[in-house]
Every structure is written in structure tokens, then in C-alpha cells.
């Protein structure tokens, strides 16, 4: 082998020899020739063992030595994908080195409820409990707990809830947190769970949920069905011009109803419950008026009239069993409308007949519903159905909405969201009357 030329190097090249290259210094101390001969000997013992099983000839398996375990780990000065485990997270790898997540062998699903409920209608402790408990049966994550409070009714923390991405929303208190949190939920596609509380449960009354069951409740927010029910929404203008919107999922309400709320005694209503609405409506009815209003459904012509008060309603089903609305349905896409016009201390009577007696009791029978189409028709109660309602009144009157006073109003623009809102029902419950 001829040696290399320096690139100061006169020495006669051989005849068709490429002149040498100034980079040939550099590696002018690489191996000579004896070098490599020697290694080409070293390499011909494994050559002539190439055939043979790797093992055999004493050479690491590729396969096992990208991948000795299955399993490689974070080092400790890496941090951790998660906050799973002091060592970091485990992943698995193949011989590529291409690698994945750990596969849960146990199959466990991994999602969260929130429980948002008012500390004055439950015992927090075994509610939260409670929760606590079927969460973990169901092998759900930590549940989540909101309280209300006396500025939030229960929609901004429910908010907070659906932003930390939870599963099911569960609800424990009076009408009024069961609206503000449904009104946050509407249209989220989360399921929500009522647990009974408080003292009117009408929503849960009307989807004939069980009212002394709350464990039942509880565990129906984790394996129960869904069921679509329709939510109200009704955009307040007040006599200052500014306006604002709110949901309902019972019902809505302008004139004597709104007067008979405001004037209920708090206290009371925390002692008897609902009955304290009788001590309500006796101080409403002395000063009440009719007053006059404008209205219209869609569809519909526009109508005057003087009224004591306009109902609009997604449930009909009162307590005590008293039926305001008999053919009310939660899940069919409209409103039904009741105006009161009763025409003096006569009228009333007529309304208190028609609600405790002709609705609740004659139409439970076939010869009751015989006798109610052969009376004749008053005007007291008046009924219509629709997809909404407009109402315009020339004086400023109170409003409400699901039992809670909403201040006064001069006009109310309310509808119908079909499906709004997903509610979760002990599996197999009945909801075919609904």
C-alpha cells in the first residue's frame, strides 16, 4: 500500500494516480495496513457464525435488548407525565423504541361527579358521604362539592363543575337551587341527578322520582338512565328597560302567584314547608287587583285582558297532590299557558274548584271526566299551549319563577327549549307519562 502524500509532498505519483487530498494529513496517523488485516481476522469468526441462532453464538438478541422488559421509565430528574406513582409514569415500548400509555388491565372507568347542594336544606355530612361512598362502588374518581350560597343560588358553581370537565352534576336542595343549577346545565349534554330536599321538590315530584330515597338518587346518578326533559326560559323586561334571562323548569309566573310568593313568611315556609303559601295568598288576596295585559302564543292572536295572573308552566303536578295542569307534560316541546280571571269573591271559588276538585279528583275516574264534559264552562281558568308566550302589562307586576320572587316586570318574553336538558332517573324507572 503506498503511503500517503503530504500536501507538501513532491514525490512522483504513479501514472492515472489521484493527486492526494490536503484532508489525508489529518488521518495520516489512522491504522496501516498489518492493523487491518488484524481486525479482518478478529471479524471472521462471527461472518462464518451469521447463520447460527444469535443466543447460540453468544450475540444480544436485538429484539430483547430494545425491549428487555416491555417497560421503560422516566428518569427521577424527568417529571412525571402524571402524578401516578414517585418514579413517574410507566410506558410501554417496542423493539422500535416507538412508545404508548399503560393500558388500564383493570378496566376501570375514570370519571368524576359534582354534588352542588344548600347547606340549610341538607345534612351535608351524610349527604357528602353518601356520594363519597357510591363514587367509589362505582369506581368513579373523587367527587366534587359545591355549596350555595346566598349570592350564587347555585348556577355559578355549577359552571365551575362543568368547567372541570365532571360526568354528572348531582342536586341537593329547595325549587329555586334545582332552577339555578339546571339553568347552568341546560343545553350541556351532563346529566343531572336530583336528590330530593327541601320543601316543594315539585320538579322531582313530577317526574315521580322517589322523594324519601336520596340513596337512590345518588346511585342513579352513577348507573341510572337519561331522560330529556324540556327546560323554560323567559327574558324579563323591567320598567327601568333593562332586561335579563332565566331559566325554569317548573313553572313561571306574573301577577297574584308572584304577589302570594313575595308575601310568604320565609321563616314559616321553613317550618311547614309548602303549606306556609296559604298564609301567603291570604295576605296577597285582600290587596289583590286585576290588571291588564296583552299576550299572544305563536301562531296565535294577540289578546287583551284583565287578569289576576298568567301562569306558564313545564309541570302541572302541585303538592298535596293538587293538579294545576293535568295534561302537562315535561318532555313534549310546549308550554302550557293558565290565566286567571276570576270576576269577584265568586270567581275564586270557581278557580279553587277547578284545580282541587275538577283536576285532581274528578279526572282521576271515567265517570268524573263524564260530569266534567257535561258542565258548563266558566272563564275563572282559562287554558291555551304553546311553544311560548308574549306578555306585555301596562303596570310594572311581581314575577316568579319556580316558587323564588324575580323583583317586577311590564313584559315577559318566555319559550320552550325541547330536550334541554338531560336528567338521570333510577334505571328502569317509568317515564312513558312523563
Known sequence: MAAASGPGDQTALPEGADPPHPADAIYSDGPDAEELAQAEEDLAPAEAGAGQDASAAGAPDPVEAAAPDDVIREPDDVEPDTTDGEAGEARRVDAAGTT?????????????AALVYNPIKVDADALRAIVERAATEAGWSEPLFYETTVDDLGDDVTRQALQEGVDVVLV???????????????????????????????????LKLPLDQPEA???????GDRVPIDIGWTRIGRPDGTTAEHAFVVMGGIGLDAAMIANTNSQLKKTVGWVAYVDGAARALPRAKPFRVMYELPGHRLHTARVQSILFANCG????????????????????VVIFQPKGPFGWLF????????NSVLRRFRAGRKVLALRTKDNAVRYSRGSGIEIATTQAQPIQLDG???????SLNTHVEP????????????TGTL
Open 100 to 112: 404508548r400509555p399503560l393500558e388500564d388491565e383493570a378496566k376501570r372507568p375514570s370519571p368524576k
Open 404 to 410: 323564588d320572587e324575580f323583583g317586577e316586570a311590564v
Open 351 to 358: 278557580v279553587w274548584r277547578r284545580v282541587a276538585w275538577d
Open 217 to 223: 338518587m345518588v346511585r342513579a346518578a352513577f348507573d
Open 172 to 206: 341537593a336542595g329547595g325549587d329555586g337551587t334545582v332552577r339555578a343549577v339546571s339553568e347552568a346545565m341546560s343545553g350541556s349534554e351532563v346529566p343531572l341527578a336530583i336528590v330530593p330536599s327541601g320543601t316543594g321538590n315539585l320538579l322531582a315530584r313530577n
Open 317 to 336: 303536578s302541585l303538592p298535596a297532590g293538587l293538579e294545576l295542569i293535568p295534561e302537562a307534560s315535561v318532555a313534549d316541546g310546549a308550554l302550557d
Open 419 to 430: 330536550g334541554g336538558l338531560l336528567v338521570a332517573v333510577p334505571k328502569g324507572h317509568q
